[in-house]
């Protein structure tokens, strides 16, 4: 057991999947999230591949927290997946400004703070990789949604600038972008009218997004899988 990943929002759904295939292929697994009951579960089932440092994306204490123990444990980090995020939904004339600053300050600054300090850890190991859930909605504008788009069309302007800053020093940056998923995300919405619409479209489950990062990192050194973007086959729209 060798290489290290830093999962963010690990307590549930897209995050917790991926960290269980990541230690099940073998490697060190940082579970970083609010909710600590949650991450004792998670660690408690993977075992000792796995690490639980509480954070909050939005808090820049805890990130700095975070990697500054993911550099004293491990010495590096060979996988920042950046999958912390959180959407309102809202016609944007109803919508709350305190929402959209929850919003961005999870999936954009949290993005954010996570990548400037994961950089320095990354430097160095072949093959490393930051990897940021955006979604469908950083390509298409979805009515309810607008904030939540906003961070994401963001977080794809964000992307295409750091491949081109990091390639060179063979630092891999990649996007994953997912339809719809079976998991807890989603606010303002009733748990009725998310579980109709998944149901209707035969929703992803989290494990075929956590596929699509191993799958991805575990190219060869010298291959960028740069976007994936994995849908449910009946999502035809967006
Ligand atoms: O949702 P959910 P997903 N600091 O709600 C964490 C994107 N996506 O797995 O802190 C730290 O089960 C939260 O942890 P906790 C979506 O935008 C989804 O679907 O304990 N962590 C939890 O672990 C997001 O970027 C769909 O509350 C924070 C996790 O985030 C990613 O997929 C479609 C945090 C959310 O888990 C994972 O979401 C799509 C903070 N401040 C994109 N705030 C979909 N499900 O349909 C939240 O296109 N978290």
Redesign the pocket.
Known sequence: RGKVAVV?????????ASARLLAAEGMHVVL????QD??EALASEIGEAALIIP????KEGDVANLFEKVKAHFGGLDLLFN?????YNALFADSKTEEWRETI???LY?VLRCTHAAIPLLKGRPGGMIST?????GRYGLPGWSV?NAT?FAVVGFHDALRKELGPEGIRVALI??????????FNVTEEAMHER?QSLD?LH?ED?AQALVYSFAQPPHVLVEEILVRPVKQIVP
Do not use: F
Not at 83 to 87: E, P
Not at 133 to 137: H, I, N, P, R, T
Not at 177 to 186: H, I, N, R
């Open positions: 963010t929002g690990a307590s549930s759904g897209i995050g917790a970083a999230a609010r909710r949650r991450l954070t909050d994306v939005s999958n912390a995020g959180l959407g300050d999870a999936n949290g859930v955006s979604s469908v909605g939540y994401k972008e997912p339809g719809a998923v079976w998991t807890e995300w989603g998944r929703a989290p997004v």
